[in-house]
C-alpha cells in the first residue's frame, strides 16, 4: 500500500462528481477546468485545496495556460480525467480535426500530449459507443493509442457501486506502455442489496406545507438516520442545504396524487393518461428499488412518497453525494451541476483501481 498521493487534472469538470470519487480515494485533485462559473464554484468549495480554471476548451490556446499552471506550481501531472459533453462528437465525413463539434472531445486529447500523464480517464454517456457504429469509440482508442496508452472500454453500472440510482457510464481508461494493466472494478453490491430510493433519503425533511423557497435556507434532519447508506451520507453534516421546496400547478399535484409508489401517467383514468404523450411523464420513484436516472431539471421525476419532484439535495444523495457537499448557483444550476456529473461512488471505485495501476508502477 502506497501513501503517495497521486495528482489529478479534470477537464470539463463541471461539479466534479468524478473528482470527488478521486478525492475519496485519496488522490489529490489540483484543478478543475470548466467554462460555467457556478460549477465551478461548486467544485472549489468541495474538493480541498483544488483550483479552477474558467476556460473555454472550444479555444485549444487555452490548454496552454493549464500545462503553464502546473509549471509554476512545479506539479507533475499522473492522472487526466474528463467528461466532454457527448455533443462534441462527431465523425461526419472523414476524420475532420476542424469539425467543430469535435473540438471539445480533441481537447482532450490535446491535454494528453501536452502534459503527458500517465494515464487518461474520459467517461460519457453509454449511447456515444454506438454513435456512427462504433467508430467514435474506435477514434478515442485510436487517437490516445497514438499517444502511448493502452486502451480499455466499459460500461459500469452505477448500482453495482452502491449507488440508489440506474446510470450507467463509459469509462476509456488509457495507461501508458510503461505502467501495468488496468483492470475495471468488480461490482461491490449484489442486484439484491441495490441501495433503494427510501434507504438512500427517507430521513430528509417532507418539505410537505413548507413554503420556504429560498435556496440558503438550511434545514434540521428531523429523524436519526435509518440506514447504513443515510448514515454514511450524513457522517460529516449538521443540517440539510440545497433542501428547498418547488412550486408546483394546482392540476400537477392533482395529477401525482393519484399515481402509486412506482408508477407514472398509466395510472391515471383513460381520459386523463391520453392526454400525456411522454413516456416518463408523471413517474413516481419506487420506493424500494434504486431511482431512475437523475437528470438536469426535467419535472418528470417524483418523490416516492411526497407530491413533488424530488429537491436537488434528494438528488444529490440519490447520485451519491454526502451532505457535506454543497451545490451553488440558482436553482437551475444546481438541478444541472447534480445531473451531470458522475456519481462519486462510481468514481471512487474508479480511482481505486487506478491507484493499484499506479501503485504498481516499477521505478
Ligand atoms: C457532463 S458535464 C461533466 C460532469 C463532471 N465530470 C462531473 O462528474 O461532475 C460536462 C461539463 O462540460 C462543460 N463544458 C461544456 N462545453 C465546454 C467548453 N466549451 N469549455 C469548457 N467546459 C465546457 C459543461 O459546463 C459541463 O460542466
Keep these: 500500500m502506497n501513501n503517495k498521493k497521486y495528482t489529478v487534472v479534470d477537464l470539463f469538470c463541471g461539479a466534479g462528481g468524478l473528482s ?81 463539434r469535435n473540438i471539445l472531445y480533441s481537447a482532450m486529447v490535446k491535454t494528453a500530449k501536452l502534459l503527458q500523464p500517465k494515464i487518461v480517464v474520459l467517461e460519457n454517456v453509454p449511447g456515444m459507443l454506438k454513435l456512427y457504429d462504433g467508430k467514435v ?110 412550486k408546483h400547478a394546482q392540476k400537477t399535484i392533482d395529477n401525482i396524487s393519484k399515481i402509486p409508489d412506482g408508477g407514472n401517467y398509466k395510472d391515471l383514468p383513460p381520459e386523463e393518461s391520453k392526454k400525456f404523450k411522454y413516456h416518463e411523464s408523471l413517474t413516481r420513484y419506487c420506493s424500494k428499488k434504486p431511482s431512475l436516472t437523475i437528470d438536469t431539471g426535467h419535472r418528470t421525476h417524483f418523490h416516492y412518497k411526497y407530491n413533488r419532484i424530488t429537491s436537488v439535495r434528494e438528488n444529490a444523495r440519490l447520485q451519491s453525494f454526502p451532505d457535506d457537499f454543497i451545490f451553488y448557483g440558482s436553482k437551475q444550476q444546481q438541478y444541472k451541476q447534480v445531473g451531470n456529473a458522475v456519481p462519486p461512488l462510481l468514481g471512487k471505485a474508479i480511482a481505486e483501481k487506478i491507484k493499484e495501476v499506479l501503485d504498481n508502477e516499477k521505478v
Design 137 to 246: 469509440a474506435e477514434r478515442i482508442k485510436n487517437d490516445f493509442t497514438e499517444l502511448g496508452y493502452k486502451v480499455k472500454a466499459k460500461v459500469l453500472y452505477a448500482p453495482n457501486f452502491g449507488v440508489p440510482q440506474i446510470r450507467k457510464r463509459v469509462v476509456f481508461v488509457g495507461v501508458k506502455e510503461e505502467l501495468g494493466d488496468f483492470s475495471y472494478p468488480t461490482p461491490k453490491v449484489n442486484p439484491d442489496d441495490y441501495v433503494t430510493c427510501e434507504q438512500a433519503i427517507s430521513d430528509l425533511p417532507s418539505l410537505e406545507n413548507d413554503n420556504d423557497y429560498s435556496l440558503d435556507k438550511v434545514r434540521d434532519y428531523v429523524t436519526e438516520p435509518k440506514s447504513e447508506y443515510q448514515k454514511i451520507m450524513r457522517k460529516n453534516s449538521k443540517n440539510v442545504k440545497n433542501h428547498f421546496p418547488t
Design 20 to 100: 470527488r470519487g478521486f478525492l475519496d480515494a485519496n488522490f489529490d485533485v489540483v484543478l478543475g477546468v470548466d467554462f460555467d462559473a457556478a460549477a465551478l464554484q461548486t467544485f472549489e468549495a468541495n474538493h480541498g485545496f483544488t483550483k479552477t480554471m474558467n476556460l473555454d476548451l472550444f479555444n485549444h490556446d487555452n490548454i496552454n495556460k493549464i500545462k503553464k499552471y502546473l509549471d509554476d506550481n512545479k506539479i507533475k501531472l499522473d492522472v487526466l480525467v474528463g467528461g466532454p459533453p457527448c455533443q462534441g462528437f462527431s465523425l461526419a465525413g472523414k476524420r475532420e480535426e476542424n469539425d467543430k
